[in-house]
């Protein structure tokens, strides 16, 4: 596949055309979302549990005025060590292209990346949503719009828990996207297993969560199709632990006068500093989770 704003690595190519299980992965994360080195240990480690479970990893960044779907490992080592890397969302991915810029994508940059290159299973770590006091400074992420709009799958740990929970799944069901608990009746909070807010359905295998995506697209319905899977046990936070760095995180980044896009790597920086890499291991962990099951659900697709 050659041609236009996509540049596809082979394998990815080749899968895709073949009909054989592909997982988009977002950049935004080893860009933006962790310190160095581990930024790129993870980029690899990603790619590998999804080739483990059968499915081929299509890393997404924008890099010399094309959409990269799949990178190879220099190209993952440049977006892992460049400074200055965009932070591309769909509002400003031509601009970004234009420029030639090195671009990092974003929940609301991989799921339109995905859906032209054709590949319909995406794993993230936590979507953005509906920001506490948005009531007052209307910042609410654009992966909510994203997911209205856009037929992707998308496997995440809930919705990253900085968030106005409660207010994010009404935003959710308002644009009419599906939220799926796998394994689970509640809504996970990113660090945390539970939100104590309920998933609207439960699905338990990959395979009923592939036949219900499937029909979900015969259909015809235009949404994204979200699967909350929570954090392994093992490595969730205490909510109650969350929830006092949550606070601090907010006072110091109203104090400081914090806004826009900045606000959420702002608030995982502190919270990150507060508990001493606790929320960097979790996220970490979260993140391996959700390729797994992504792969797996891939996977279940091409069964169908």
Known sequence: MTGGPLAFQPDVSDAISAGRPVVALESTIIAHGLPRPQNLELARDLESIVREEGAVPATIALMGGKIRIGLDDDQLRTLATANDVAKVSRHDMATVLASGALGATTVAGTMPAAHMAGISIFATG?????????????????????????????????????????????????????????????????????????????????????????????????????????????????????????????????????????????????????????????????????????ARIAVAMTRL
């Open 126 to 294: 936590g979507i953005g949503g509906v920001h506490r006091g948005a009531e007052t400074s209307f910042d609410i992420s654009a992966d909510l719009d994203e997911l209205a709009r856009t037929p992707v799958l998308v496997v995440t740990a809930g919705a990253k828990a900085i968030l106005d929970l409660p207010k994010t799944l009404e935003a959710l069901e308002t644009r009419g996207v599906p939220v799926i608990g796998f394994g689970t009746d509640e809504f996970p909070a990113f660090w945390c297993r539970s939100s104590g807010l309920t998933v609207p359905a439960r699905l338990d295998s990959v395979e009923a969560v592939a036949e219900a995506f499937a029909l979900h697209r015969r259909l015809a319905l235009g949404s994204g199709f979200i699967v909350a899977n929570p954090i392994p046990e093992a490595d969730a936070l205490d909510r109650g632990m969350i929830e006092d760095a949550i606070a601090r995180a907010l006072e110091h980044a109203r104090a400081g006068g914090v806004g826009g896009k900045d606000v959420t790597p702002a608030l995982l920086k502190n919270i990150l500093e507060t508990t001493s890499g606790a929320s960097l291991r979790a996220n970490i962990a979260l993140v391996r989770n959700n390729a797994r099951l992504a």
